[in-house]
């Protein structure tokens, strides 16, 4: 079946050490995106890729960081994380013409000690 | 700015009960609307989207919504809910059809009781 994985499911790291969580996708979508998702919010946009285009939003830290090495997957780099960037990720895709559309993957939980 | 107010926080209902879900959004153009539902440990999906024509639109797994102009609504319904039902519900509106930036309201949570 066609989907959207996330890798790790949970994902525990330390107080201002680098993280990594990562995406990757059958259904050959041309956009990803990341969310952030903290307890009882509202899922918030990140950044997304038109392909190889990177589109950051406005209010998005500095700390947050993607990579797309090919269109399959997708990376979130936190290169220093802190306790408030607890949450859970979401990484989506969606093709170009129908990106109201989008695919979510289960999410990583990420906890910062 | 668009926003988007989900009333409710937390809905019990009982298995075969009806549900609504309540919906309002602020936005000064014509609003693209979505429902998304959210399972315990798993992603949004996508349960029905409204762009334009007939009011009332029909999603996935039997639910329906209604837009309503002049109130401002969008909500969603579903005659007879399932224990299955139980998870996240998240009203979103968008500025552009095909556009994948959403305001996603802050999620209401749906308990199932036998």
């Known amino acids: 079946d066609a989907m959207v994985i996330q890798n790790p499911r949970y994902q525990v790291t330390q107080f201002g050490k680098p993280v990594t969580l990562s995406c990757s996708q059958t259904?050959?979508?041309?956009?990803m995106y990341w969310y952030q998702q903290k307890s009882s919010q509202a899922p918030k946009l990140l950044f997304h890729y038109y392909d190889k285009d990177f589109n950051n939003e406005a209010d998005t830290p500095d700390n947050f960081q993607s990579r797309r090495p090919n269109t399959s997957f997708c990376f979130l780099d936190i290169r220093s994380p802190g306790l408030g960037d607890a949450a859970m990720y979401l990484c989506?895709?969606?093709?170009?013409?129908?990106?109201?559309?989008?695919?979510f993957g289960p999410g990583t939980r990420l906890l910062v000690l | 700015a668009q926003s988007v107010t989900q009333p409710d926080i937390h809905i019990t209902v009982s298995e075969g009960a009806s549900l609504e879900l309540r919906c309002n959004y602020s936005y000064g153009a014509t609003p693209y609307l979505f429902w998304y539902v959210q399972s315990p440990g798993q992603g949004l999906q996508l349960l029905l989207k409204?762009?334009?024509?007939?009011?009332l639109v029909q999603g996935i797994k039997g639910f329906e919504a209604e837009f309503k102009r002049s109130q401002s609504s969008f909500n969603l319904r579903k005659p007879s809910v399932h224990w299955s039902d139980a998870a996240e519900y998240f009203c979103?509106?968008?500025?552009?059809?095909?556009?994948?930036?959403?305001?996603f309201g802050a999620g209401t949570q749906v308990v199932v009781t036998p």
């Open positions: 409204y762009f334009s024509g007939d009011t």
């Open positions: 979103a509106v968008g500025a552009l059809r095909g556009w994948g930036k959403f305001q």
């Open positions: 259904l050959n979508h041309n956009v």
């Open positions: 989506a895709t969606s093709t170009r013409t129908q990106q109201e559309t989008q695919y």
